[in-house]
């Protein structure tokens, strides 16, 4: 059992950066996939980056690659997400997710019945 407590929302100009922080419980952080989502009103959760335990193994949706960046720190229990140049469709309530697993040849985990943790969400609103 994991439990993950996101922080570091808010309220950002489009062009703007933020930080999301995901603090994980537990002793075995490392041997986590980690995932982020996220869901807007009115629209189906969506992935949005993915790290493997190690943090050798990084995937980004299209629609945030090259402006998202995902890292690790398993000294500390806890996953980022690097957000720069938002944009008002960036707006979204930010998930993050856990998969104890072996990062799988083929596999991205970009699915989210694919992780058997969730974090309650942090709010990220990005005005034009």
């Known amino acids: 059992q994991v439990q993950l407590v996101e922080s570091g929302g808010g309220f950002v100009q489009a062009g703007g950066s933020l930080r999301l922080s995901c603090a994980a419980s537990?002793?075995?952080?490392?041997?986590?996939?980690m995932g982020w989502f996220r869901q807007a009103p009115g629209k189906e959760r969506e992935f949005v980056s993915v790290i493997s335990g190690n943090g050798a193994r990084v995937y980004y949706a299209g629609s945030v690659s090259g402006r998202f960046t995902i890292s690790r720190d398993n000294a500390k229990n806890t996953v980022y997400l690097q957000m720069n140049s938002l944009k008002p469709e960036d707006t979204a309530v930010y998930y993050c997710?856990?998969?104890?697993?072996?990062?799988?040849?083929?596999?991205?985990?970009?699915?989210?019945?694919?992780?058997?943790?969730w974090g309650q969400g942090t709010q990220v609103t990005v005005s034009s």
């Open positions: 997710a856990a998969r104890q697993t072996t990062w799988s040849s083929g596999s991205k985990y970009v699915r989210d019945h694919e992780y058997d943790y």
């Open positions: 537990g002793r075995t952080f490392s041997s986590y996939v």
